[in-house]
Structures are given as structure tokens and as C-alpha cells.
């Protein structure tokens, strides 16, 4: 009997991997970050891949297409913070598009 990946599991694996990303981004261990960036993708690819094999829309359930939006939110959180450590930079761009935040150009004088 073979055991069949549920969509959400690649979700959540996705999640996983990307959280220890930004474990491993937090250390400066940029090594294991890109490794880590390379199972992100392929576990995405694994996941596009089944998605189009799929006869219904989703391939998930209610309960389970709410837990993927939660998935989403935190990937993107995960992202920016992964974005902040690999990228100091993007913090002054972050300060320029911060609400109240000061014109761009009179940041730049």
C-alpha cells in the first residue's frame, strides 16, 4: 500500500523548510540557507507538479485550504524576515515605504 502525499503536507513542509531558512539566515550561515533554498523550490515544483494532476480545484479541504492561508501569511513574514538578514540594505528601503515615513527624495538629499 503506498502512502499518498496530501497537498497541505507539501505546505506544511514548504513552511518547515523555510523557517529553518531563516533559522539558519538569523546564524549567518548562508551555505545552509541556499541549500535550504534549493528544497524549498524543489518541494514547490513537487507541489505545482501535483497540483496539475489534480481533477477539482484545490485539492484540499475547508479546514485545510484555511490552514494553507495561514501558511501563506507566515511564508511571506518568513520571507521578509530571510530578506532582512541576506539583504541589510532592504531596511532603508523598508524605511522609505514605512507609513509616515518621509518623502523618498527628501531621504536621498
Known amino acids: 500500500m503506498t502512502h499518498q502525499v496530501r497537498l497541505i503536507d507539501y505546505y506544511r513542509a514548504i513552511e518547515t523548510t523555510a523557517q529553518n531558512m531563516l533559522d539558519a539566515a538569523s546564524r549567518h550561515h548562508w551555505d545552509e540557507m541556499q541549500r535550504l533554498e534549493q528544497c524549498c523550490k524543489t518541494l514547490i515544483n513537487e507541489l505545482e507538479a ?11 479541504t475547508r479546514e485545510e485550504g484555511a ?6 501569511l507566515r511564508l511571506v513574514r518568513i520571507d521578509g524576515a530571510v530578506r532582512h538578514h541576506a539583504q541589510p540594505h532592504s531596511k532603508i528601503i523598508d524605511g522609505w515605504l514605512a507609513p509616515g515615513a518621509g518623502s523618498l527624495t527628501s531621504s536621498l538629499h
Open 50 to 60: 501535483q497540483k496539475a494532476q489534480l481533477t477539482d480545484q484545490s485539492g484540499l
Open 67 to 72: 490552514e494553507r492561508m495561514q501558511i501563506m
